[in-house]
């Protein structure tokens, strides 16, 4: 790590791939901006790949299936192991880039150009919510992010019975296009905005106090919410199009 350092290459220094316990430099938004860049243009190449690979008639099942199980697998090392976050999000960026290159191909093929509009509704999301939170519109207090937080545990944890049920050959409601599965979506995809609030005020409490690496921390934090805004409204627009 230290030759890597002496490179003029901005990719491969210190700045990317921080030491904890060599850096005394602190956390800043700029930082955070710059890494989360970096790991959405690695998702993004990534998907873009598998998705060609699907449209040439590759089977690209166990790429997805293989980027959600790595995706989870490195999300739970990270949560345990926070000094290796500067190596592991790039990993998890490579994993969600092929669970969302399998994911948008396969909604692709059914709906065509959808993917485009639930990226486009993903990003004005995002920016909305942080004109919320920066013109304090929005005001994350305890009692709001204990219940963000409890509300997206609960949803965390019906996702995981659901996937647990469907090999045993129960499909759970939250999968089909009832107005059941479709109010479960929306109330997802509505926490899933609002924790981009979390990530925001973890931003704003940390930014020249913590240390450097917490940077990678947050852009972890960043892409999961993200990522999960964005499967989420597309999986609405896709139920919608059924539906109607």
Same mark, same amino acid.
């Given at each position: 790590?230290? +030759? ?19 850096? !005394? ?19 993004? +190449? #990534? ?23 790595? +995706? ?61 939170? !920066? ?25 995981? #019975?659901? %996937?647990?049920?469907?090999? $045993? ?5 939250? %999968?089909?296009?009832? %107005?059941? +599965? ?8 509505? $926490? ?13 409490? !940390? ?8 940077? %990678? ?28």
């Amino acid at each position: 790590m230290r +030759a890597l350092d002496k490179t003029s290459n901005p990719v491969f220094t210190g700045y990317f791939w921080d030491d904890p316990k060599d850096s !005394q430099r602190k956390l800043t938004v700029g930082g955070i901006l710059i890494k989360t860049l970096f790991s959405l243009a690695i998702i993004t +190449a #990534i998907a873009v790949g598998i998705w060609k690979l699907h449209s040439t008639g590759t089977n690209i099942k166990w790429y997805t299936t293989g980027g959600m199980l790595g +995706a989870i697998v490195i999300s739970i090392i990270i949560s345990v192991r926070k000094h290796w976050a500067h190596i592991l999000v790039p990993l998890y960026a490579v994993a969600k880039g092929f669970m969302l290159g399998g994911i948008t191909a396969y909604a692709h093929d059914r709906f065509p150009n959808m993917p485009y509009q639930a990226i486009g509704v993903t990003i004005v999301t995002f920016f909305v919510v942080l004109t919320l939170y !920066q013109t304090r519109i929005i005001v994350v207090t305890k009692k709001l992010r204990s219940v963000i937080i409890t509300v997206c545990a609960s949803i965390f944890v019906v996702y995981i #019975i659901s %996937w647990i049920l469907g090999f $045993f050959g129960i499909k759970s409601f939250i %999968w089909g296009t009832s %107005w059941i +599965a479709i109010a479960f979506n929306i109330v997802a995809a509505t $926490f899933a905005a609002l924790s981009l609030l979390l990530d925001f005020d973890y931003i704003e409490r !940390q930014k020249n106090r913590a240390p450097k690496y917490n940077e %990678w921390l947050a852009t972890w934090g960043l892409l999961v919410t993200i990522v999960w805004l964005y499967v989420e409204i597309l999986r609405l627009m896709k139920k919608l199009s059924i539906r109607f």
